[in-house]
């Protein structure tokens, strides 16, 4: 009867505690905090190190590992055991370098490819989700579509103009231009992948100079009336060429003018997508993905426009891919200046209660919860609203005050520059 008694007691007891242990497995440990107070720690521990705090600096490093990496542990080891091991033999030499007492210079080295580790963790331990996947996806599509169609249209200017001078036989020329400067163009990919994955402890300073020179390059091929002034001045250069080919009978020159025009856009298109693997980092099958469509969409548009004559709707295209480049220069300013942030070339101050909770939408979004990472996003983001303001308002009130008669819309100028 007493062991009847006890086992309904205990029976009771499990069905009371069920609910509770069914809510602790709803709710998983705070990974993402585990991963942010090691970096704090290992961050910490360098900067004691570097004042001579060496008791404290082994201390730091050593909570950094024993209280909050080994509660990852559990979870990543599935995931990436051989990664997981790398980390373990890293915090080991971390530590070891504090203990001896190594300068300053090694002991951040260590710290940086553990703080490198923790982005991987970070990204082991989620999922990418659709939000991340579909704004990846969309812009390596947009962008190999609109640099591939740009200098689609400029080499069917030049085999136009062939045909119109009955010059059909140099066409050739210009078709080993085009080899030459996409081979020049893989060429170029291949040499920046390899720098930046032998770039070491400045790994980090070449990602913020890719970041910040995209934005640049964005910024530039947005404005589309600085844009058309600069398609004129192409005509104007690629007709004097042409021309000076065919009188002269020199085929190399012609395909020099291809190889100009279309290396051209495969040198912004190296650039954006270097930046795009980088902020892409765990799934890059999307950029993959996006840049595959978009070439697929890029050679059926080419060959309507080239062989059937049809017209691209240039007022929808623009608006697109302006809107397209605004993001992406916003998101990859914001994105470098982080990046900054990690090597200590710029300050970092937090904003509390500020954040995105998927680590893989946040460097896409390159939305950091740091002032000086919005303030710059926020920045640049003005620059573009006046910009706009200025291309599509002040300027043309300005050419109606003086007479010049009213001004086109900002579409319809870039529309005649492609006709």
């Not at 998983?28 to 001579?52: K, M, N, S």
């Not at 996947?133 to 689609?152: D, N, P, Q, W």
């Amino acid at each position: 009867m007493n062991r009847t008694r006890v086992l309904v007691a205990l029976a009771v007891l499990a069905l009371l505690l069920l609910p509770t242990g069914f809510a602790a497995a709803a709710s998983p440990p705070d990974y993402r905090g585990e991963i942010q107070r090691a970096r704090e720690l290992v961050v910490e521990a360098i900067e004691a190190h570097r004042q001579g705090d060496f008791s404290r600096a082994y201390d730091l490093a050593q909570s950094a590992y024993l209280d909050h990496y080994e509660v990852l542990e559990i979870p990543l080891r599935p995931r990436d055991a051989t990664h997981v091991f790398e980390m373990e033999v890293l915090f080991s030499d971390f530590r070891g370098a504090i203990q001896r007492r190594d300068p300053v210079a090694i002991v951040e080295s260590y710290g940086q490819r553990i703080l490198r580790g923790l982005d991987t963790d970070e990204r082991l331990l989620y999922e990418p989700g659709p939000e991340a996947t579909g704004i990846i996806l969309t812009t390596s599509f947009v962008i190999i579509f609109r640099e591939g169609l740009e200098a689609a249209v400029l080499v069917g200017i030049i085999l136009g103009y062939l045909e119109s001078s009955r010059q059909a036989k140099l066409r050739r020329y210009v078709y080993y231009g085009v080899v030459a400067a996409v081979g020049g163009s893989l060429l170029m990919w291949g040499v920046a992948s390899y720098l930046i994955s032998v770039s070491g402890l400045q790994r980090e300073l070449v990602e913020a100079i890719v970041n910040i020179l995209a934005v640049v390059v964005l910024f530039h091929v947005s404005f589309w009336v600085v844009r058309r002034i600069e398609w004129k001045r192409w005509m104007e250069f690629m007709r004097a060429k042409v021309w000076y080919a065919i009188s002269s009978g020199a085929g190399a020159s012609l395909t020099a003018v291809a190889f100009v025009v279309v290396f051209r856009e495969g040198f912004e298109t190296v650039l954006f997508y270097q930046a795009i693997v980088l902020a892409a980092s765990g799934f890059e099958w999307a950029v993959v993905a996006g840049f595959a469509a978009g070439t697929i969409a890029l050679l059926v548009v080419s060959l309507a426009i080239l062989r059937f004559g049809a017209k691209l709707p240039t007022k929808l295209f623009m608006v697109v891919t302006v809107a397209i480049s605004c993001f992406l220069s916003v998101a990859l300013i914001g994105r470098g200046v982080r990046v900054l942030q990690k090597i200590d070339y710029v300050p970092l101050t937090r904003m509390d209660g500020v954040g995105v909770p998927n680590p893989f939408l946040q460097d896409v979004l390159g939305f950091y919860p740091t002032w000086e990472t919005v303030l710059a996003q926020v920045a640049l983001l003005m620059v573009y609203i006046l910009g706009l303001l200025f291309v599509v308002v002040i300027r043309p009130a300005a050419h109606r005050a003086e007479g010049v008669g009213k001004a086109q819309p900002i579409a319809a100028q870039a529309g005649d520059a492609d006709e």
